[in-house]
């Protein structure tokens, strides 16, 4: 059996009489790419800042590699290997798309670091080389962040939540707004991110969903209705109910 | 290598140290004509050049607007004070405002970092204004007519001595104070600290998920730019030989915000220039009218509409040209 290394037990939180997220329980297995899917208001991106540590549960646990993270502010879900990227684009849009990297790879380095001149930091900077070839962002590496396309700026988004070579990176629509040649161009990024860091992923695009993932967590009304293999759960009828509507 | 951050710092040395050849320059000029007046005055905006230096710390890279910085010039200011009444010894004096830079920059930095935004800036205001009265109502303190007989100062710097009596002497000693305030503050923003105070300025919300706190790193920028304003108030009673309660009025605060606005914001170096700017023509006005105030909010306004990155806004492109010639 392939080992869980996020595990999500009963996890919970409410607004007021809203139930955003009710006793969700799921597991992401080591390097594969799990989808969180479900219409809108199902308590997706809730779920996010709930795993992320942006908003802390009520109820249930988030465990990373069997250690109990749950409750743990975003900065110390960091350390313990979680990343994500936002839904709607979260750079430093003043700063140059290097220096965006270089201060996500910046916890690759002792604290000590933080005290030294920046060219010291080598290990964030080769990690900066190494993410501007990865995706492609080389040739922009100077620009300012705000002056790169609406793709490229959610290619960044992705760079910058794996810059600190996380354990679990979250991806919160990854290809929100892409055109469809960027959307297809996103997914093979994920899909190479795979081979190295266990991928949670929300996606609106069904065939993306499908053709990407391992494994597909439903959500609706902010509990989780089906979980399993994209096939078995596209054929699931509580899925085609709630999500594909009622027949 | 170097990215474009570092070259921009670069090219503010150059402009710095186009200030401190500029600084000499006027102390051999003032030694020559015996001028005490203007070498007194150029001191003076050295001291709040220093003050502006911390307003900038916290506006321009960490993106907080403090009302009440004066509060730690001030502070720094009647430690420094009562301890050369006390024991007239200039390291012991710097030593004691570093100290209350430390632990009032400490104090302050938890209650106002706990808010953000326009609520800062008014904790910050509301805390510089309770200094200000209760040193105002404090007899031993001197009370409203501030402490007076701060004695004349010998300061050993090892090779020479330095009085603070000579105005040469004094005004380069004050040189060489805000020198090393300067690079110490442009070291720490070259970091990646100082880095990171600017991701805060340009986006808080996505700093924690980059794995910082950033209630330690605004503390940290907070701590520092109090310390930075508790060693330049130090220095003001060895020029003037006295404090007064004037020192942590808001005047003070937002004359020190004026200034790293014509200076330009987010440089250092501006803050420098714009006091030395500030201070002249405050001056040079004042001595023709008493109402002084409409002229410097004439001229504040017409630098934030025409010049909104300042005087270094217009002399910065110039010097990264020079410095990025020839690199990537």
Same mark, same amino acid.
Request: charged share 15%.
């Given at each position: ?56 549960? *009520? +109820? ?5 590699? %069997? ?6 502010? $975003?900065?110390?879900? =960091? !350390?313990? #290997? ?45 990690? *900066? +080389? ?5 995706? %492609? ?6 620009? $300012?962040?705000?002056? =790169? !396309?609406? #793709? ?96 | ?328």
């Amino acid at each position: 059996m392939i080992e869980a290394v996020l595990a999500v037990e009963d996890l919970s939180i409410s607004f007021g009489g809203l139930h955003a997220v009710d006793a969700v329980t799921f597991t992401a297995e080591r390097n594969r790419i799990t989808t969180v899917i479900g219409p809108n208001g199902a308590g997706k991106s809730t779920l996010f800042n709930l795993i992320s540590g942006a908003l802390t549960p *009520v +109820r249930g646990h988030v465990r990373l590699d %069997g250690i109990d993270v749950t409750g743990a502010p $975003p900065n110390r879900m =960091l !350390s313990a #290997g979680l990343a994500r990227s936002f839904q709607i684009t979260s750079l430093f849009f003043g700063l140059t798309v290097a220096e965006n990297l270089r201060l996500a790879a910046q916890r690759l380095e002792p604290n000590l670091r933080l005290w030294l001149p920046t060219g010291r930091s080598r290990r964030a900077r080769e990690r *900066v +080389r190494s993410l501007l070839d990865q995706f %492609g962002l080389a040739d922009k590496a100077q620009y $300012p962040a705000g002056a =790169l !396309s609406h #793709g490229e700026q959610r290619r960044l988004e992705i760079a910058v939540a794996l810059a600190a070579e996380p354990k679990v990176l979250l991806l919160d629509e990854p290809t929100q707004g892409m055109s469809h040649g960027d959307t297809e161009l996103t997914a093979t990024y994920v899909r190479k991110l795979a081979q190295s860091v266990t991928v949670l992923l929300i996606e609106h695009d069904i065939g993306l969903v499908m053709n990407l993932s391992d494994k597909v967590v439903v959500m609706n009304q902010g509990r989780k209705i089906a979980e399993g293999p994209p096939a078995v759960v596209r054929a699931d009828p509580a899925v085609q109910s709630a999500y594909f509507g009622h027949a | 290598m170097h990215d474009a951050l570092t070259l921009d710092a670069r090219a503010n040395h150059w402009l710095a140290l186009a200030l401190g050849l500029a600084c000499i320059g006027t102390a051999c000029i003032g030694y020559a004509i015996g001028d005490t007046f203007y070498l007194r005055l150029a001191t003076e905006a050295l001291i709040f050049g220093g003050l502006a230096l911390a307003v900038d710390i916290l506006l321009g890279y960490t993106g907080l607007l403090s009302l009440g910085q004066a509060l730690y010039f001030g502070l720094g200011a009647y430690v420094s004070a009562v301890t050369l009444i006390a024991f007239p010894s200039f390291w012991t004096a710097m030593g004691a405002a570093l100290a209350t830079g430390l632990f009032g920059g400490l104090i302050g930095g938890l209650i106002a970092n706990r808010v953000r935004g326009v609520y800062f800036a008014l904790i910050t205001f509301g805390m510089a204004q309770v200094a200000a009265k209760a040193i105002y109502n404090t007899r031993s303190l001197g009370a409203s007519d501030g402490l007076i007989g701060v004695p004349v100062l010998d300061v050993n710097l090892g090779i020479v001595t330095v009085s603070t009596a000579s105005p040469v002497g004094f005004f380069l000693l004050a040189l060489g104070v805000v020198t090393l305030l300067y690079a110490l503050c442009s070291y720490l923003m070259d970091t990646p600290f100082g880095r990171l105070l600017i991701a805060i300025r340009t986006n808080e919300a996505r700093v924690p998920f980059l794995g910082f706190r950033t209630t330690t790193l605004r503390l940290g920028s907070f701590v520092l730019a109090s310390c930075v304003a508790s060693l330049s108030g130090a220095l003001y009673p060895m020029l003037r030989g006295f404090v007064s309660p004037e020192l942590l009025f808001f005047s003070t605060s937002g004359n020190a915000v004026i200034t790293v606005i014509l200076g330009g914001v987010g440089t250092l170096v501006g803050a420098l220039y714009g006091s030395i700017i500030f201070t002249i023509v405050k001056s040079v006005i004042g001595s023709w009218t008493e109402h002084h105030l409409i002229v410097i909010g004439i001229l504040f306004m017409a630098v934030v509409i025409f010049l909104p990155k300042g005087l270094m806004g217009l002399a910065q492109p110039l010097m990264r040209r020079m410095v990025h010639r020839g690199k990537p």
